[in-house]
């Protein structure tokens, strides 16, 4: 790997530049730049206005065309990224070989980290515009569905490499609380299940609203889902996977950050309940506290009245009454 090129600034303004684009403490929300090649498909224009809606106001769009091919030489990206400040990119191709390609790539340091190539089924596809009803407000964080086996298969690494990028990209700026009343849509990925060990199942894309209705009997409220649109579905292509070295280095925590102390004796179960070990010291059992009737007490100088008359029968006396209580002289 190539040592990354140090800039010394000649100004305050460049200095200021500098150091808002190098490692910070706390990043800046992630900006996702959308770039198209010299040839693109009605198709794939439809859906990258789509995309870049859901991405607003965190997204910067360019209409010019670009002739990169990601996979081969992506030092073009790598210089839109470093210019604009962009880690994450939509790159939108469209040619007889790979039609409505969609490659969606991450960026650290100034280098590509990761890609991924998407491919857009024509048939299915549904814009926001052909359904009918509102739209979420812009800025707003969504909910996130990742639905399918596929995705945390480790034998098929390519969709566990989709699922991580998605979930970048349409997570929005992290932020301590969310308002519940900003939880307005939410976007469903599902993969389907593979037929075959060569097939590659395909990923589809949902987005619904959240509709808030009273329920009979309840103080609840009832939670219904309205597709919102687009609605797309998606072949796997191509990809590339980050380097070892590098991928390490973008996942290093700063010495700056508060780190949680780990809880002891407390662990997490696979179904997902807490379950937490308590020790205690030893405990007497002698000074444990049972409850207590008063028919059963019996004192030391008082004898049932069972044994005082098997003993007056003994010796030929009449027989005592039940229950009386006699006193038994030494």
């Known amino acids: 790997m190539l040592p990354i090129r140090q800039i010394k600034p000649k100004s305050a303004r460049t200095k200021r530049i500098l150091d808002n684009k190098g490692p910070q403490t ?16 009605d198709i794939l224009q439809l859906c990258m206005t789509d995309l870049f809606a859901l991405k607003r106001p965190l997204a910067q769009k360019f209409n010019k065309k670009n002739p990169v091919r990601p996979f081969e030489d992506p030092a073009s990206l790598e210089f839109f990224s470093d210019k604009n400040d962009a880690s994450l990119m939509v790159y939108g191709s469209h040619s007889k070989k790979r039609p409505h390609a969609l490659t969606l790539a991450r960026f650290f340091g100034g280098k590509v980290l990761d890609m991924i190539e998407l491919m ?11 359904f009918k009803n509102g739209k979420a ?12 086996s596929a995705f945390d298969d480790p034998s098929n690494a390519v969709y ?37 060990a060569a097939a590659k199942p395909m990923i589809h894309l949902r987005t619904y609203l959240l509709r808030t209705k009273k329920a009979a009997g309840s103080t609840l409220p009832k939670v219904e889902l309205e597709e919102m649109g687009p609605r797309i579905d ?19 925590k700063p010495k700056g950050l508060p780190t949680e102390r780990p809880k002891k004796n407390i662990d997490t179960d696979i179904i997902g309940d807490k379950v937490g070990r308590i020790h205690l010291g030893k405990q007497d059992l002698g000074a444990l506290q049972t409850r207590k009737m008063k028919g059963l007490k019996r004192s030391r100088d008082v004898v049932g009245a069972e044994d005082v008359l098997g003993g007056a029968e ?3 006396g009449a027989p005592l009454t039940v229950g009386k209580k006699v006193r038994v002289e030494a």
Do not use: W
């Open 137 to 148: 407000a812009v800025g707003l964080k969504p909910l996130l569905s990742f639905s399918g």
């Open 314 to 316: 003994e010796d030929g």
């Open 234 to 252: 998606f072949r796997v292509g191509r990809h590339k996977d980050a380097d070892t070295d590098m991928m390490k280095e973008a996942m290093r």
């Open 26 to 41: 706390n990043e800046n929300s992630r900006t996702t730049l959308f770039l198209k090649y010299t040839t693109t498909s």
């Open 160 to 196: 566990g490499l989709a699922k991580s990028i998605l979930l970048e990209m349409f997570r929005g700026p992290d932020v301590k609380e969310v308002d519940v009343e900003g939880l307005q849509y939410m976007i469903c990925f599902s993969v389907d299940e593979a037929e075959s």
């Open 120 to 130: 857009i089924e024509p048939e299915a596809m549904r814009t926001l515009a052909q």
